[in-house]
């Protein structure tokens, strides 16, 4: 038996300063351990307890571990992870499917084909996007890997009518709108994280999906694994959206990506009864 986990990255298995959530006193604080370095400055924390967990569960020959991200391949390739390297990342929001760290050239073009057949131009909504962003709270404008378009904003001064208008002239066009911190993405429709998962699933044999994610661009992973969790923080928790298949955590922060890891590997592990 073959169990694929696939997680979301940011927020929910690695966690930045700003989004630790340690509100517990401090000489009870988890100990952290820093996977991501960015312009020589640490960026991203798991406690080490979700580090150690996190090592077992990869070693586990049984296990496929799948990092699974709305980051760019360069965004991604900066964390280390502990524990034995992933032989599978799915990112850009499905859009790229590395493969021992390479890129699939074959799902880059499957993916690029469905995009030109189902939704509006890439350019059209990077124009949009910047046509209507105010210089007042709009920080940077970026495209990923000619896939997405996302800008990163000071959150609070967004108007919610200003969200809500743009999330309305997206759906329209084939496109999803998403807020994840400081940053507002705009994504295709048919780009997705569940569709990458599914052709690991397919290439590994795997026989059950496991998933974790804290975003509305991670319901769709979430509803296509057989059993999933979410954090009690994050787009998905704000809009109390769940699903029979998956389980709503309470805990928030980082404390919450050491309890996803946990609940992988406790299921992993039952599985593997199960199928003894």
Known sequence: MTVLVASD???TLIYSAAALGLTMP????PRLLCVEVHESKPLSYMTETAAGLLAELTADPSVVFVPTTTRTRKQYQRIRFPGRPAPYAICANGG????DGVPDRDWRRQVAARLAEECAPLEEVHQHLLAVADPAWLRKARLAEDLFAYLVVERDLV???WLKSLTAWAEARGWTISLQGRKIYAV???LTKSAAMREVARRTGATTTLAAG???LDADLLLAADAGWRPGHGEL????WTAPSVTALATAGVLAGEEIVRAFAQEAARLGRLDA
């Open 96 to 99: 790229q499917l590395l493969v």
């Open 9 to 11: 990255l940011d927020r």
């Open 237 to 240: 928790a704000d809009a109390a």
């Open 188 to 190: 295709p429709r048919p």
């Open 26 to 29: 401090d000489p009870v604080a």
């Open 214 to 216: 804290d975003s509305l």
């Open 159 to 161: 108007p919610d009518e």
